[in-house]
């Protein structure tokens, strides 16, 4: 059974230990845990394992409400491990709509000298999101640092 997200997984306590308040209560721990392994520079492999299939039950997953569980945890994953990945859309999101914001001023005023606030405030505030953005990827770089 080739399934990543098993759950099984064999490591050294002492390495797991350095990574166990990052883990979640309870789904993506096999995830997050791969993930942090590997953004620490230790060495993770793959076993295949052979499993059963469940016989006649239903599945208990709810699409809607673990749909939005695991949307959220992918974002708590992709947060702990390449923040960039979350703040640098956002910021180029908001420069683009701070540019639409003045080409929407400039052909309804026909001023091209006069910066709206709407205009100034994206821009601004996809700079300072940025910022985050690269504060949190150092952050996160030195939380992986390999201890010697």
Request: aromatic content about 12%; charged content about 15%.
């Amino acid at each position: 059974m080739l399934d990543l997200t098993s759950g099984y997984r064999a490591m050294r306590r002492d390495v797991i230990m350095e990574f166990v308040h990052l883990l979640p209560n309870r789904y993506s721990y096999p995830t997050t845990s791969t993930l942090a392994l590997l953004k620490a520079g230790y060495s993770v492999g793959f076993v295949p394992i052979e499993g059963r299939r469940r016989e006649g039950g239903k599945s208990g997953q709810k699409l809607l409400k673990n749909g939005v569980r695991f949307g959220l945890i992918i974002l708590r994953i992709i947060s702990l491990f390449a923040p960039l990945r979350v703040y640098f859309p956002v910021a180029l999101l908001m420069a683009f709509l701070s540019l639409l914001a003045y080409i929407a001023s400039v052909v309804v005023n026909g001023v091209w000298l006069k910066i709206p606030n709407a205009t100034s405030a994206l821009f601004v505030g996809s700079i300072i999101i940025f910022m985050f953005g690269l504060l949190a990827e150092q952050i996160a770089a030195l939380r992986f640092q390999r201890r010697e």
